[in-house]
């Protein structure tokens, strides 16, 4: 049997220095993966492992332990090759008569998987229709140039189709404070008067002439945020009034404090249908939710 197994990047560690009287013996076997895998590879601060399975590998007095990584953006499931006493950790893929087995027993990665219940969607604008097949809930935010790009890309799909995609909007600015922030304050402040006058600013943030002016001082782009609205007939009181008493700026910080809680890291970030993508994602891609 030995002819016909091969490694690669095979990492074989002794652990004899665990901690294995903290464990019971198959305890001990998952735990000697774990920590193994931690302090041999190079994984992002933050992420999470998680054991899923213990079962008998195809190496001689070996477990298969299969792992899941949780990154922010996806999970990785993993296999590593433990021996029964708990002391010999194999990390590297297996591969028998030129099939890699480690690869086949792990299985691909996914993108991480979201409770839509948690995303408070109904606090957020929204557009499109109540019983669509495809619900996309992106985190951005008015000086992002990608997220710009990416409105553009779902505004065009959504047109196609109009009865099949549902978008909700939730602010993202990183930081509570500056001009992002600002930015941000201000469309939630306006969401207080509705979900259409939220979607006109929006729609004007996210122009070549709406980013010139978002980049202006404070007052500037309030002052345009007021003209806007007046001359959609909108009740800009509600607007000024909203920014006044900290209603938008809770507005803000609640979707910030749900993005932290996802580990959201950057934007856009998207989750749809409960996949959490981060950056952009193409036509073709949204378009497997709906079956095309």
Sequence with gaps: MAKNIF???MLIVFALTLPVYAYTQEDMIVRAAIDTFKSQVRLPQGTEIKFLEKKESPILDFYSIKLLLVFPDKEVPAVIYVDKKGEKVIIGNLFIKGENVTMKEA???RPRKIDMGILEMEKSPSLGNKGAKVTIVEFSNFQCPYC???WSKLMELMKRYPKDF????????FQPQGKTFELSE???AVQEISNEAFWVIHDFFFTDEGQNIASLEKDVVKQKVVQILKGKGYDVRIFQSALETGKAKKRVLDDIAVGNKLRVTSTPTKIVNG???VGSISDIVLERYLGK
């Design 7 to 9: 490694w690669t990047g």
């Design 107 to 109: 299985g691909p990665p």
């Design 148 to 150: 710009m790009d990416s």
């Design 166 to 173: 549902k978008y909700i909007f939730k602010h993202f600015p």
């Design 186 to 188: 201000m469309a939630a």
């Design 275 to 277: 996949d959490l993508i």
